[in-house]
C-alpha cells in the first residue's frame, strides 16, 4: 500500500487556509486545495501496515489502505470507486469528520498520521469535475414501498441504499429543503450548500422521491403512513437540545446555538421572512459550550461582525497530546483548536455560568460566571465544584447555548408506541435496527443519540440492509466495510 519508504520521504501536509483577515469577509469555503503531486505524496505515506487499524476507527468500514494506494498511482477514478464503496457522501465527511480514522492510524503512533479526511475530499471533488459520479439506477423495481423520515445524513444514506435495492423510498423532511442539520445547522464557511445541491439531483435523478414542508406526527399522522407504506425508518436526529437553568435564562439575548444557525444559514441562502433576526454584528458575544457547535457559533458571530467573541467550557483545557489513558488506537479527547477559534475568540476552560443579567426591557446586558474543579475519585463520576471567591461578571449581549442535545423529540414515538431508552432516544436493537413495533426502524443520532456525521451515515447503511432483509427474506446491500464497487 503506497510507496513502501513513503513515510519516512514524505511530511503530512494539510490544506492551508486563507488568511483570516479575507475569509471572515464572507460564507464561502475557504481552504487552499493540495496540487496533486503533493496528493500523490501523502498517498504514499499509506505505509504497509499489516493491520490497517484506520478500518476500526472509521465507523463505514472505509477501505482507507485501497483508496489511497491508487491516489499515490495517480488512479483516481479507481479510487472514487474504492471510496464510495462504502460511503455514500464523501464530500460530507471529507469536510466536516473529526477523522477517528487517523487517531487509528498506525503511523500516527510516533508521527504525524496520513491526512486521510483530506485525501477522501479531493477524490470526491475529483470525481465531480470529471463527471464520474452519475446515477445508478437499480435494474428492477420490488413492489415494496419505504418512507424515510429525516433528510440528514443518516436518512438520505438509508434512503440511497434502499433505492438501490429496487424499492420505491420517499423521503420526508418537515424544512423547506433537503438535508437536515447538513443544511441548516453547518455553516456555508465549512460546507458550501451546493455541495448537497449537486449530490440531491443525483438522488433525484436515481429516483428517490422528496417532500419537503412536510411534519410527520403533525401533518401526516403515523398511523396514516403506517398504512400507506410497507416499512418506516425513522432518521429524525436527536434535536431537543440541552437548556441552561439558571437566573435570567428566558432573558431576550440568550439564544440557542440551534436558532442562531439556521438563521444565519438561511440568510445566506436568501431566504425571506427570517423572522426577527438574531445577530452578533456589533455585540460583545459568549458562547458556551465547546464542541463543534460552539465553534460554528464562533465564525459565524465574527462574520456577522461582532465587538468580541469569548467561549465558554465548563470542562478543564485538555492536553494536545493524546492522553495516557486514551491510548492509541482509541479517540483521544484532545484539545482541538478550530479554524473558526483562530478569528478571534478567547477561550476560557473550567467556567461555568451562574447567571444572566438584564436591563430594564429585559434585554441581556451581562452574565456571571465562577471558575470551578472537577473532584476526582476512583470508581466515581467526577463531581463539579465551584471554586470560591472567583465570580466575576462579563460584558454579553448576546449569550448562545451551545451545550448539545438530550435526545429525539418524542412525537412520533408516542403516536407509534415506540419504546424509549433514558436518553428519549428510540429503542432499537444495534443487530437489526427494529424498534418494537413490526417495520418500523430506526436510524442515526435518533437511535444512538447525538453523534457524528460519519456515524449517520453507517447507521443509515446499515439499517437499509436490515430493512431490506425484512422485506424480502435476504438482502445483497452491503453491511460495514462491505464493498459494493460498481455503485458510485
Given at each position: 500500500?503506497?510507496?513502501?519508504t ?78 464510495h ?39 470526491v ?5 470529471n ?10 423495481r ?25 424499492h ?15 443544511r ?88 425571506k ?14 458562547v ?8 460554528d ?109 438530550t ?44 453523534s ?35 455503485r458510485?
Open positions: 500500500m503506497g510507496k513502501t513513503g513515510f519516512m520521504e514524505y511530511e503530512r501536509k494539510d490544506e492551508s487556509y486563507a488568511p483570516v483577515k479575507d475569509r471572515v469577509k464572507h460564507y464561502k469555503e475557504f481552504t487552499k486545495p493540495l496540487k496533486e503531486s503533493e496528493l500523490k505524496n501523502q498517498g504514499a505515506r499509506c505505509m504497509d501496515c499489516g493491520i490497517p487499524f484506520c478500518h476500526s476507527g472509521c465507523p463505514l468500514g472505509n477501505l482507507i489502505p485501497d483508496f489511497n494506494d491508487a491516489v499515490y498511482k495517480g488512479k483516481w477514478e479507481k479510487a472514487t470507486e474504492i471510496l464503496a462504502t460511503n455514500n457522501f464523501p464530500e460530507f465527511t471529507g469536510r466536516l469528520c473529526p477523522a477517528p480514522c487517523e487517531e487509528a492510524c498506525v503511523l500516527g503512533i510516533n508521527e504525524n498520521p496520513v491526512s486521510i479526511e483530506n485525501i477522501e475530499k479531493n477524490i471533488e475529483t470525481a465531480f469535475k463527471n464520474w459520479i452519475k446515477p445508478n439506477l437499480p435494474l428492477k420490488t413492489d415494496k414501498t419505504i418512507a424515510v423520515i429525516g433528510s440528514g445524513p443518516a436518512g438520505l444514506a438509508a434512503a440511497q441504499q434502499l433505492n438501490r435495492a429496487g420505491t423510498v420517499t423521503v420526508y423532511e418537515r424544512d423547506e429543503k433537503i438535508g437536515g442539520l447538513l441548516f445547522g453547518i455553516p456555508d464557511f465549512k460546507m458550501e450548500k451546493n455541495v448537497i445541491d449537486r449530490r440531491l439531483k443525483i438522488l433525484i435523478e436515481e429516483g428517490i422521491l422528496f417532500k419537503t414542508g412536510v411534519h410527520i406526527g403533525i401533518d401526516i399522522k403515523a398511523q396514516e403512513l403506517k398504512t400507506k407504506f410497507d416499512a418506516i425508518v425513522l432518521c429524525g436526529g436527536a434535536t431537543i437540545r440541552r437548556s441552561l437553568p439558571i437566573p435570567g435564562a428566558d432573558l431576550k439575548g440568550v439564544v440557542q446555538a440551534m436558532d442562531f444557525l439556521p438563521q444565519n444559514n438561511r440568510r445566506v441562502a436568501k431566504t421572512n427570517l423572522g426577527e433576526d438574531i445577530l452578533a454584528t456589533g455585540k460583545d458575544v459568549v458556551i459550550g465547546g464542541g463543534d457547535t460552539g465553534s457559533c464562533i465564525g459565524t458571530s465574527i462574520r456577522q461582525g461582532a465587538k468580541s467573541v469569548s467561549n465558554f467550557e465548563i470542562m478543564p483545557m485538555a492536553t494536545t497530546e493524546r492522553p495516557e489513558n486514551h491510548p492509541w488506537p482509541f479517540w483521544p479527547m484532545r484539545l482541538r483548536t478550530s479554524s473558526s477559534h483562530k478569528e478571534g475568540a478567547e477561550r476560557f476552560f473550567s467556567i461555568s455560568t451562574k447567571k444572566f443579567i438584564g436591563d430594564k426591557n429585559g434585554n441581556l446586558k451581562s452574565l456571571v460566571t465562577s471558575e470551578v474543579e472537577w473532584e476526582l475519585k476512583p470508581g466515581q463520576r467526577p463531581i463539579l465544584k465551584e471554586i470560591a471567591g472567583t465570580e466575576k461578571e462579563w460584558k454579553c449581549e448576546l449569550a448562545l447555548l451551545a451545550l448539545g442535545f435526545g429525539s423529540e418524542t412525537t412520533l414515538a408516542d403516536q407509534f408506541g415506540l419504546e424509549l431508552d433514558a436518553r428519549t432516544n428510540i429503542k432499537a436493537s444495534e443487530q437489526d435496527y427494529k424498534t418494537n413495533i413490526p417495520g418500523v426502524f430506526v436510524a442515526g443520532d435518533q437511535r444512538r443519540g447525538q457524528l456525521i460519519v456515524w449517520a451515515i453507517s447507521e443509515g447503511r446499515q439499517a437499509a440492509h436490515h430493512i431490506d432483509t425484512y422485506l424480502m427474506g435476504k438482502s445483497d446491500l452491503p453491511l460495514k466495510g462491505e464493498g459494493d464497487l460498481p458510485v
